[in-house]
């Protein structure tokens, strides 16, 4: 697995933000049963910079905790079977990885959603590497049903790695 961490904001916690997030991503993966070696890129950065690219990108003129971008198309939620090495459009060509996508993560609203929520940074910090991942591999929580199935998954990943409100 190949993981990039950009950072536009140097986050203060009190954890190894960098170790955690491969953590939960490598889990993920596993978790969900991912068949190929996979390559994500996390950026962290504050409201601004997450405001601006939400604004860009899904015109909401506003700061948002984390957002997604993946690169692959679902015709349902965890089915990798589209997947084949035969689409090279799918793969890093230098590495042989499934470019899996881009995460996005305001480190002021891992602090504020913490305090709100009453659990720990890091606690916050792997939620959304979680969510963020799942919409990664195509879930999506627009609808009651299909959120409750991306809200069971995200459950199940944390208690996994026993990470606890």
Do not use: C
Request: charged residues 30%.
């Amino acid at each position: 697995m190949s993981f990039f961490l950009e950072k536009e904001v140097e986050p203060d916690f009190d954890f190894d933000y960098e170790e955690l997030a491969r953590t939960v991503v490598e889990f993920s993966l596993e978790h969900e049963g991912f068949p190929y070696e996979a390559e994500v890129n996390l950026t962290l950065t504050d409201n601004d910079g997450i405001w601006a690219i939400n604004k860009e990108f899904r015109q909401i003129d506003r700061p948002t905790d984390v957002l997604s971008f993946p690169m692959l198309s679902y015709e349902a939620p965890g089915d990798f079977s589209f997947l084949s090495e035969e689409n090279e459009d799918d793969f890093n060509p230098d590495t042989g990885e499934v470019i899996l996508g881009d995460i996005i993560i305001s480190v002021d609203k891992v602090k504020e959603q913490a305090a709100e929520y009453g659990h720990s940074l890091k606690r916050e910090f792997a939620f959304l590497i979680t969510h963020s991942m799942l919409h990664l591999f195509g879930y999506d929580h627009m609808e009651p049903d299909e959120a409750a199935v991306m809200e069971d998954h995200q459950r199940k990943i944390l208690d996994a790695l026993d990470i606890k409100r």
